[in-house]
């Protein structure tokens, strides 16, 4: 697994987060998505594609059980698909 993805990811979550100030929902889709890819990134996958999964697969785990409104679910999957597109 390339360090260097997950330190990529990392921080262009952390640049959304801080032009994000002012966006409390925007803030929320962030710091939700950097717990996930930390829990995944603790777990060291070996390739980019596991790692990636493991998000997608962590974030669809915690979908079935938080009570998260649509909007959220559906803001956090576009965040997480922008970041992944950058």
């Known amino acids: 697994m390339s360090e260097s ?18 966006n409390p929902d925007e803030l929320f889709y962030c710091s939700y998505l950097i717990s996930h890819l930390n829990l995944v990134a603790a ?14 697969d962590s974030l669809n785990s915690a979908f079935a059980v938080d009570q998260l409104s649509d909007q959220d ?4 999957q ?9």
């Open 5 to 22: 993805l997950i330190d990529l990811t990392e921080r262009r979550l952390l640049e959304r987060e801080q032009a994000a100030l002012d």
């Open 73 to 76: 679910k559906s803001g956090i």
């Open 43 to 56: 777990e060291a996958p070996e390739t980019d594609t596991l790692f990636a999964q493991g998000v997608e």
């Open 78 to 86: 576009s965040l997480w698909q922008a970041i992944c597109a950058a």
